[in-house]
Structures are given as C-alpha cells and as structure tokens.
C-alpha cells in the first residue's frame, strides 16, 4: 500500500529539475596565465539530442570591456545526435585569444531555425571545463555547465554562492557575465558563516561583458551575496566564483542559488525575469575556427 502511495505521488508530482534551453551563458572561459603557477584553458561541448541537424552559434564576451559594438561570432550546424568536443576553445584553433578571459554565449541561430517553446526544437546540451595545466604536473578542472539564459539573475531575485574562502589553503575568485545591453551595477555582500556581513560593494558589468575579480575579504566557509542595484529593466546577469587551490591550483566551480528570499530587506524592485531572446551582442565573423573542421 505504501509504494503504491509513494507511485501516486510520483506520478502526480512535476519533476522539476533544470530542462534543456535554446540559449546558453557560459559564464566563465579562459586561456591565460593565472596566479601560482596556474594556467588556464576551457573546454565547450555541445550535445544534439535531435535526428535533425541543429544550426547554432557560439560569441566569445571578453572580459573588461563593453561588448555593445560587437563581439567574435562562429556559426555552424550540430549533426544529428552529436556531440561536439571545442577543446581549448579559446586557444590557437578556436578564438585564438591567449591571454585573455571571458564567458561565452551558445544559442540555437533563430536566424536560421525557427524555435518553437512548446516543442522544444531549439533546444540541446552545453557544458564546458576549466582547467589548469599547472603548477603540479597533470591538470586540475572544475565543470561549467552553461547555464539557461532565461534563468540568470535579474532584480527579482538574490544570487547566493556559498563556501567561498579567501585565507591560507585557498583563494577565490568571484564574476558576473551579463546578457544586458547597458552598464548594471551588481550589488556584493561577502557574509561569514555566522551571517555577519564582513563588508558590502559594488562592481559595474559592461554591456554584454563580463567582469572577475579576487575576493579581498579574510573568510574561510563564507557566503557571498550578489544582486542588481542599478541598470536597464532587462537586466540578465550570471554571477558564479572559483574556489582554488593554493597549492595545487584545484578549483571548484560554485554555481549561483536565485531566491526572492530577502529582496524586500536589499530595498529592490521585483519583476519578472526579462526575455533575452533577440538581445544579443552584434556578430564580428572570425576567420578562422578549426575546431569546427570534423570529418563529416
């Protein structure tokens, strides 16, 4: 009698984990010499679930810049069921973009397809790692799931990232990518376990930039808190920190937790999560993409 109850249940009950999207933000990549020793390189993969060939695009948002004007854009087809490894996706045969930082967007070209929410067409798998080659021998990685971008972080909601620590063992480096066409001013609370806030600023994100910095506050097991202050209604930006290593260079990926929970208490205005779909950053056509030359 108990498990038929308990298959009621289930069956009634609307699983609820994260479904596939059209459109992606992958809010950090990088190819570039970091702290210690560290030397960092990304990884995209790209999975169709479809027995039609997906056409898709893949932008390059550097770090520290504003984006409005146009950013490095490929456009490709996914075959059918395929999944599509970019290795070192911003190295010498992807962007050719050593030395630099930054996040990507990977969507379905609505340029080229019509998509349809109701019959998810457009949507398909984005995941990516970031690793370094040093300073021990062998290589330590953390995954970046791409993260939908219809559900970032707009001024509806707080974005927590937890068990962040900046003392002797380890170093963490926290950044925001943004979807919005304007400056936005992120709101930061670096909270210590006990919820004390240890000390509260504020960063500018360019317009579909992306900005990483270290945190400069002693904690160990800490919370940091971030959230939109100012910008355009449309906001949309994806926070996240690294938690590394410091001797070893081992990093953890710590993925943002939305929550309306104590908006009221930040004195923001709550709205519904804005559209992204069809405001994106203009093209700029790289030349040369030699990842994408597989044998079909």
């Given at each position: 009698?108990?498990?038929?109850?308990?298959?009621?249940?289930?069956?009634?009950?609307?699983?609820?984990?994260?479904?596939?999207?059209?459109?992606?933000?992958?809010?950090a990549?990088?190819?570039?010499?970091?702290?210690?020793?560290?030397?960092?390189?990304?990884?995209?993969?790209?999975?169709?679930?479809?027995?039609?060939?997906?056409?898709?695009?893949?932008?390059?948002?550097?770090?520290?810049?504003?984006?409005?004007?146009?950013v490095?854009?490929?456009?490709?087809?996914?075959?059918?069921?395929?999944?599509?490894?970019?290795?070192?996706?911003?190295?010498?045969?992807?962007?050719?973009?050593?030395?630099?930082?930054?996040?990507?967007?990977?969507?379905?070209?609505?340029?080229?397809?019509?998509?349809?929410?109701?019959?998810h067409?457009?949507?398909?798998?984005?995941?990516?790692?970031?690793?370094?080659?040093?300073?021990l021998?062998?290589?330590f990685?953390q995954?970046?799931?791409?993260f939908p971008?219809?559900?970032?972080?707009?001024?509806?909601?707080?974005?927590?990232?937890?068990?962040?620590?900046?003392?002797?063992?380890?170093?963490?480096?926290l950044?925001?990518?943004s979807?919005?066409?304007?400056w936005?001013?992120?709101?930061?609370d670096v909270q210590?376990?006990?919820?004390?806030?240890?000390?509260?600023?504020?960063?500018?994100?360019?317009?579909?930039?992306?900005?990483?910095?270290?945190?400069?506050?002693?904690?160990?097991?800490?919370?940091?808190?971030?959230?939109?202050?100012?910008?355009?209604?449309?906001?949309?930006?994806?926070?996240?920190?690294?938690?590394?290593n410091?001797?070893?260079?081992?990093?953890?990926?710590?993925?943002?937790?939305?929550?309306?929970?104590?908006?009221?208490?930040?004195?923001?205005?709550g709205?519904?999560?804005?559209?992204?779909?069809?405001?994106?950053?203009?093209?700029?056509p790289?030349r040369?993409?030699?990842?994408?030359?597989?044998?079909?």
């Amino acid at each position: 009698m108990k498990k038929l109850v308990l298959l009621t249940l289930l069956a009634a009950t609307q699983v609820t984990a994260r479904e596939l999207a059209s459109l992606y933000v992958v809010p950090a990549a990088a190819n570039k010499l970091g702290n210690l020793g560290t030397d960092w390189h990304t990884d995209l993969t790209l999975v169709n679930p479809h027995d039609s060939t997906l056409p898709v695009f893949l932008q390059f948002l550097p770090s520290n810049r504003d984006n409005s004007g146009g950013v490095p854009t490929v456009t490709f087809e996914l075959y059918p069921y395929e999944t599509l490894n970019l290795w070192d996706v911003l190295g010498p045969k992807g962007f050719a973009a050593r030395g630099s930082t930054g996040a990507l967007l990977v969507g379905a070209d609505t340029e080229r397809i019509a998509c349809s929410a109701q019959a998810h067409n457009c949507d398909f798998v984005v995941t990516s790692r970031t690793y370094t080659i040093g300073p021990l021998p062998g290589e330590f990685g953390q995954a970046l799931p791409g993260f939908p971008a219809q559900l970032g972080m707009d001024a509806s909601v707080l974005a927590y990232l937890p068990q962040v620590s900046r003392d002797g063992d380890f170093r963490t480096n926290l950044g925001v990518a943004s979807l919005a066409g304007a400056w936005v001013e992120v709101g930061v609370d670096v909270q210590a376990p006990d919820g004390r806030i240890l000390r509260r600023t504020s960063t500018w994100v360019p317009p579909f930039g992306h900005v990483q910095w270290g945190l400069d506050t002693t904690v160990t097991g800490g919370t940091v808190v971030m959230y939109v202050k100012s910008g355009p209604a449309d906001a949309m930006l994806f926070p996240y920190a690294s938690v590394v290593n410091q001797r070893s260079g081992d990093p953890v990926y710590v993925e943002a937790h939305m929550t309306v929970v104590g908006v009221s208490a930040q004195g923001l205005e709550g709205r519904a999560a804005a559209a992204v779909q069809g405001k994106l950053p203009p093209r700029q056509p790289v030349r040369s993409f030699e990842l994408l030359q597989r044998g079909r």
